[in-house]
T-cell receptor, first 110, second 112 residues
């Protein structure tokens, strides 16, 4: 079954801990993206990658880190430096034409 | 202003047409997208249009692109209650390293 998978769907962490969100795609897409969505808000770009072993900061990269060691995978780490990490995180992958999203991970930091 | 802008709310009666508008700033945008988001879910790709097209129709959906005015619209014919959701337009900002940039989203409410 082709697509883009984010896991887990819900994640709870204590303040001060780093946490890594998974994003995997089997669509053979080169470009991948991470967004953050806050309640009632639009999507803000955190990081994006256009090719393996390369990535760029988006508009709100502070407190986050990524890696792109494999084409299929683009994990996002939310570090303890991120001041307001509780949010809905969305991952996308894009071919030349279409861009698809995963179902999102809702991160709650307590 | 913002790179991609949308109005926040739209309310229509069931059976009427809905038109959701979007304006963008990057005249070199190549692909422009419309997504639907239901509560608690990810974004569902509805349709997209390439910048050399003026119009694209897909069943009840019609996308119109005015490149001169940098204006994109999504028309939903015969709007149903199941169409109630948030609709996002998104563009590839080629001037920004191929960032996929989203508007703020339009909340569509369909009333009986």
């Amino acid at each position: 079954d082709g697509g883009i998978t984010q896991s887990p769907k819900y994640l709870f962490r204590k303040e001060g801990q780093n946490v890594t969100l998974s994003c995997e795609q089997n669509l053979n897409h080169d470009a991948m993206y991470w967004y953050r969505q806050d309640p009632g808000q639009g999507l803000r770009l955190i990081y994006y990658s256009q090719i393996v072993n390369d990535f760029q900061k988006g508009d709100i990269a502070e407190g986050y880190s990524v890696s792109r060691e494999k084409k299929e995978s683009f994990p996002l780490t939310v570090t303890s430096a991120q001041k307001n990490p509780t949010a809905f995180y969305l991952c996308a992958s894009r071919s030349t034409t279409e861009a698809f999203f995963g179902q999102g991970t809702r991160l709650t930091v307590v | 202003g913002e790179d991609v802008e949308q109005s926040l709310f739209l309310s229509v009666r069931e059976g009427d047409s809905s038109v959701i508008n979007c304006t963008y700033t990057d005249s070199s945008s190549t692909y422009l997208y419309w997504y639907k988001q239901e509560p608690g879910a990810g974004l569902q790709l509805l349709t997209y249009i390439f910048s050399n097209m003026d119009m694209k129709q897909d069943q009840r959906l019609t996308v119109l692109l005015n490149k001169k005015d940098k204006h994109l619209s999504l028309r939903i014919a015969d709007t149903q209650t199941g169409d109630s959701a948030i609709y996002f337009c998104a563009v590839i900002l080629t001037g920004g390293g191929n960032k996929l940039t989203f508007g703020t989203g339009t909340q569509l409410k369909v009333e009986l």
